[in-house]
């Protein structure tokens, strides 16, 4: 089964969506429950990933499948290429992980064409798992595509009062960034051939690894994955589409997106943008570095004046990608799997978050901060869920953010990044602020509103739902190894080999910052 | 007439050559005498008769594939790329009628002369791919606008019908003007009108090159063909001609008569002009761009799905341009490729636009589309595919055919004209999605009680569905066959 865990695990959602088709739609309670087992069923499927202890000796790729897929004589060639290594690992397990617990999350809240949603649900996590595995940017390209589709739908149909315009402004941004991508993906390829890339490797990512593409091609083609790459972070100025996505799409797909989505763009940069064009790397760098601490500055900022819980965790969400992009920036072994945990750190607190703004709005129906106040008496188990998230969010010893937020920082200071880092860290700060400030008026104080009163607490379902979560926070802030075990050769693997390619760099006397990177 | 020429002609034929369209003419004449018999309103006979015209004329095509036929002292050639565009059209005809049937009988004008006038397009148009003599080619550009003139007016009592026939007639006869004038100037100039004769002269006389007859002949020749393609900036005629027409001959229009006007501008191109090929890239490069961008910008404002459809239209047409600009065989065989796939999508779009048309106004606003997702899923499913695969959205087959023609361009090292290209389709996701849109995101205001679905149409949108399904999963064999048929 090894040799086709990915493939079983990448297209289970999808073979469940077709079954999903078949079942009658005014069926609600088999709808969800099919869907759950089929999600489940993935992250069964993906588990023995998370514990076969390959990764954590080899940072290579494993369990790959290779497949010749197109083939047209000498004018090109696709293959269905898949593949793991200790970075994708725990994206791939955090998106079958945070599946089920989304499709749980619907229960209630989705009540309007349960079918379509499900549906929708299945398709967008083979799209997103395909992304993660995928090693011929091809096929990446496609998935990468594919996820566009579900989240548009899912954002327009059962978003909010602004969704037609959030959904198209998601779709837009999202497809133009890629569309630029697309053309550099195909100058790579061409340029790969002309270089004596064997016409079998496809578009696999092993070859264009081998790449020493000149610079001035470098420049253009970064310039073409960063931008796309950084829509989808989303990187200031790039983030306009974020917020209003996260207000308006549904729970759900506020969950998904913050958890998974987002990470699509970190995940770019790491696995394509940043090891094809290493010497462009080093001219954007500063530039980029300076990006991220304005999104995490201004992302903060713009939080601490939200009137919307939501949007209050949506601008969050622009300031942790801010850590998330500075860590891996640093291209140190700190900092860059301390980006990476990062990103799956955000993805549970900031999941988390987005479910218990969907709690308290079912039972609601506002989400305006103003409208709450003293939540604490009336629904004491949430108020403790909570507390523990918000600590999550901004990072307290103890907790998942912890350690992330502090090895991103740490990995820029002594990478070269210290001004960045110094100014970054005030985000900290700021975070307490917006987090705490908002958790103050929510929970405590005087209920002020007699509905308020009436509240129920969290039922055995919601419950569930926010227990693995919390044992993830826990986990990883107490013993964040389990992770860095299996992603640390990866990392390492990764810098070397950047580390490498820039060596050749200086022989053609290029320009080079030589002491950002340092390898431990 | 010389009797040496005369006896020459008589040795020089070979049947085999245009046997296809020879099948398929009979078919019609015949089909013609059936339909004359029969009563207005009861023709169904007649379209699955034509319905089995065109199986039968595919098959006679396919036995021709990879064995190529020259006849008629080279005037005509039935090689693989002819094949390749004989068999496109004759899927757009086939899907066509597959729609027609019901839509006439709705409309009141269920007459048998419909659907042999298809079938003499299709003839029509398969001499123009196989065509390489110009004047073959003129022959069967004439006769598939004839046809088509009067099936674009085929509705006499409906003023926009006829307002679509005369102007598609007028503008359409200057523009044969324009290209038999083209024609005449070069034969002034060569003395001769086959395509490879022309460009054995130009070989052997460089100097030629720029002679004013032969500028002014070249310039006006491809004056004529981009006004069939529909390129800016001769693609005037279009939305009026588009949204006037019965729904199915607008789908026919922009995808069959439209593939064969595009092969026959790249044979004349391409064989004939190949000694001023940087020149037409170059102009080609402009009028690609050009195209594109009327063609998407102006679709923005549409709100009439059809006349919509008919401006995204132009901008395929762009698209293929681009295939044309790059001139290499990535990019040539890429035009097939598109040429094929678009006329899937395209045809499923329209196939699922002639169910929704209420009888009698059949130019569908977008608020008419509120909510027809939920009142009738299976057409909100299929029309959601097409509108993907025509943003070149993966993994439908219009990515795939807009890969294959930008991966021609930046071969030929067009890197910013791929960039136009793409971002053109970002302009274009814009006025897809409204459609989608106002299908799912809007509440329904109408209940689509006369939109009912019947076999026929609804096998031409499974048809259609497979066709981009499988085209942008497993593009290989079939970009193989564009391979194949590619000069």
């Not at chain 1, 079998?200 to 994955?225: S, V």
């Not at chain 2, 594939?65 to 090689?79: E, K, M, R, T």
Request: include cysteine; proline fraction near 4%; charge should be neutral.
């Amino acid at each position: 089964m090894a040799d086709y865990l990915l493939s079983l695990m990448t297209f289970l959602p999808l073979l469940g969506m077709l079954f999903v088709l078949f079942i009658p739609r005014d069926n609600d309670g088999l709808l969800k429950g099919f869907t759950l087992v089929v999600t489940l069923v993935t992250f069964a499927i993906s588990l023995p990933l998370a514990f076969d202890n390959v990764f954590a000796v080899s940072g290579g790729m494993h369990y790959r499948e290779f497949h010749e897929w197109i083939n047209i004589g000498n004018f090109f060639q696709m293959n269905y290429s898949l593949g793991v290594d200790g970075i994708s690992l725990w994206l791939v397990m955090l998106t079958t992980f945070i599946m089920p617990i989304t499709v749980l999350s619907t229960w209630s809240a989705v009540e309007k064409n349960t079918k379509g949603f499900m549906a929708l649900l299945l398709l967008l996590e083979t799209g997103m798992l395909g992304a993660f595995v995928s090693l011929d940017l091809f096929l990446f390209y496609i998935f990468w595509e594919l996820m566009l589709i579900p989240m548009y739908f899912l954002i327009g149909i059962w978003g909010g009062k602004n969704r037609i315009y959030a959904a198209v402004k998601f779709f837009i941004y999202t497809a133009v960034g890629s569309l630029l991508m697309l053309v550099a993906i195909i100058f790579v390829y061409y340029y790969a051939l002309q270089a004596g890339a064997p016409v079998a490797g496809g578009f696999g990512i092993d070859e264009f690894y081998k790449l020493n593409i000149p610079y001035h091609a470098q420049y253009w083609l970064f310039l073409a994955f960063a931008f796309s790459f950084a829509i989808k972070v989303p990187m200031f100025p790039l983030h306009t589409w974020l917020p209003d996505a996260h207000t308006e799409a549904p729970t759900a797909g506020s969950v998904i997106l913050a958890a998974v989505l987002l990470k699509m763009g970190t995940y770019g940069y790491v696995r394509f943008a940043m090891p094809l064009f290493p010497d462009a790397l080093q001219t954007f760098l500063p530039l980029l570095a300076t990006l991220s601490v304005i999104g995490i500055i201004y992302g903060s900022l713009v939080a601490m004046m939200q009137e919307d819980v939501k949007k209050l965790v949506a601008y969050s969400s622009v300031a942790h990608l801010g850590f998330v992009m500075l860590g891996v920036f640093a291209m140190n072994m700190q900092g860059m799997s301390g980006g990476i945990l990062q990103m799956i750190n955000h993805g549970i607190s900031t999941g988390a978050l987005f479910l218990i703004v969907g709690f308290i709005y079912e039972r609601r129906h506002t989400r305006l901060i103003t409208e709450f106040g003293g939540l604490a008496k009336s629904m004491p188990v949430f108020a403790t869920i909570f507390m523990i998230i918000t600590f999550s969010s901004i990072g307290l010893p103890g907790t998942n953010g912890f350690v992330g937020e502090f090895l991103a920082l740490m990995g820029a200071f002594e990478g070269g990044l210290r001004w960045y880092a110094v100014v970054a860290t005030t985000g900290v700060i700021f975070a307490a602020v917006y987090m705490l400030w908002m958790y103050q008026r929510v929970m405590f104080g005087k209920i002020t509103n007699p509905i308020n009163e009436k509240l129920a607490d969290l039922n055995a379902r919601e419950i569930v739902v926010m227990l693995p979560l919390l044992l993830f926070v826990f986990w990883i802030g107490f013993a964040p190894n389990t992770f860095f075990e299996k992603m640390n050769p990866a990392v390492e693997q990764l810098l070397t080999q950047m580390k490498s390619r820039q060596v050749a760099v200086v022989d053609t006397e290029k320009p080079v910052i030589a002491d950002l990177i340092e390898i431990k | 007439m010389d009797a040496n020429l005369v006896q020459e002609a008589v040795n020089n034929v070979n049947w085999q050559a245009i046997m296809p369209s020879l099948v398929l003419c009979c078919f019609g004449m015949v089909l013609l005498l059936v339909s004359v018999f029969s009563e207005r309103g009861k023709t169904t006979h007649v379209a699955w008769l034509s319905v089995v015209a065109l199986i039968v004329t595919g098959f006679v095509s396919l036995s021709a594939w990879n064995n190529p036929q020259a006849g008629f002292a080279g005037s005509v050639v039935l090689d693989n790329f002819a094949t390749f565009f004989s068999l496109i059209c004759i899927i757009a005809a086939g899907l066509t009628i597959l729609m027609s049937d019901a839509y006439l009988k709705r409309e009141g004008y269920s007459v048998g002369e419909y659907y042999p006038l298809i079938l003499f397009t299709t003839a029509g148009a398969m001499w123009m791919a196989s065509g390489t003599d110009l004047m073959t080619i003129f022959l069967g550009l004439e006769v598939l606008s004839v046809s088509l003139y009067i099936l674009a007016g085929f509705f006499r009592g409906q003023t926009r019908s006829n307002e679509a026939g005369l102007k598609y007639f007028f503008l359409g006869a200057f523009s044969t003007g324009f290209l038999l004038y083209g024609v005449a100037l070069l034969y002034g100039v060569t003395g001769t009108t086959k395509i490879a004769g022309i460009a054995e002269f130009v070989r052997g006389m460089p100097a030629v090159v720029g002679n004013p007859m032969m500028i002014a002949g070249a310039t006006l020749l491809l004056i004529g063909f981009l006004f069939k393609v529909a390129a800016a900036p001769f693609h005037m005629w279009t939305p009026d001609v588009y949204q006037g027409a019965p729904t199915p001959i607008t789908a026919f229009m922009s995808a069959g008569p439209k593939a064969a006007a595009f092969a026959a501008f790249m044979r004349v191109t391409i064989i004939g002009l190949d000694s001023i090929q940087a020149d037409l890239s170059a102009l080609f490069w402009v009028l690609a761009v050009l195209t594109m961008i009327v063609g998407n910008f102006i679709a923005l404002s549409q709100k009439d799905v059809k006349r919509m459809l008919a401006y995204s239209s132009i901008a395929h047409a762009g698209y293929a341009l681009v295939g044309l600009v790059a001139w290499n065989e990535i990019g040539l065989s890429g035009i097939l490729f598109y040429m094929l796939v678009y006329t899937f999508m395209n045809m499923g779009a329209f196939a699922v636009l002639v169910l929704v048309g209420k009888q009698g106004e059949e130019n569908l606003t977008l608020d008419g589309m509120s909510g027809l997702g939920y009142k009738r899923p299976f057409m909100g499913v299929a029309l959601c595919i097409f509108l993907f695969s025509l943003m070149g959205l993966p993994p439908t087959a219009g990515f795939a055919a807009k890969f294959y023609i930008f991966a021609g361009a930046i071969k030929a090292g067009y890197i910013w004209l791929a960039v136009i290209g793409v971002l053109n389709s970002a302009v274009s996701l814009y006025y897809y999605l409204r459609v989608m849109v106002h299908m799912y995101f809007k509440d329904p205001q109408e209940d689509f009680g006369w939109v009912s679905i019947n076999a026929a149409t609804a096998v031409s949108i499974i048809i259609s569905i497979a066709g981009v399904l499988f085209m942008g999963i497993l593009p290989g064999p079939i970009m193989e066959l564009a391979k194949l048929a590619g000069f």
